[in-house]
């Protein structure tokens, strides 16, 4: 079976790590008209639901999600983000605000472990432990290369890639 990555974001083969402190820079930029300067999102007039969710804070998503993980948030806000508008981020902004926006508190995970099998975890699932020499920070931020190629050498290229969606 061939793969295909659900977008142009491919930082995940860069040799750096995402900067959430360029990140901010977008977001201030980019994001706060409709997410707000704390992350909060915006509600819908009636009050019942966001108009724009909030990126974090308590009524975040939590870390452990599928959009905790740097590779999916960034393929959504590069194919998403900025909302209505025609001009989009460039890979490196859709990965460095994306890295900003990981990088705030949100809930913890409160569920049972969702890789009980260490191998088979993400190279970027955001909460460890992990089963091999990789930093948290790493599997976090990046740079991803390093972890790939240590998964592809040890299990193979399609294992190292089937959990990460990519």
Known sequence: MVRRRASAVSNHES????????????????CIACHGKNGE????ADGKS???????????WSVGTSMSR??????????NMPFNST??????DAWNVSAYVLSQKRPPWKGIMPFPVLSSKPFD?????YADRFSEA???LGPFKPII?????????EAALSASGI
């Open 15 to 30: 040799p750096d790590a995402a900067d959430p402190s360029k990140g901010q820079k977008v977001y201030e930029a980019q």
């Open 87 to 92: 001009t989009k981020l460039s890979d490196e």
């Open 70 to 79: 740097l590779s999916i948030l960034a393929r959504f806000v590069k194919g």
């Open 149 to 157: 190629d240590y998964w592809t050498a040890t299990q193979g290229a």
């Open 50 to 60: 966001f108009e724009f969710p909030p990126l974090w804070g308590k009524q975040a």
């Open 41 to 44: 999102g915006r509600w819908r």
């Open 138 to 140: 790493q599997h976090r």
């Open 125 to 129: 699932y955001p909460i460890g432990p």
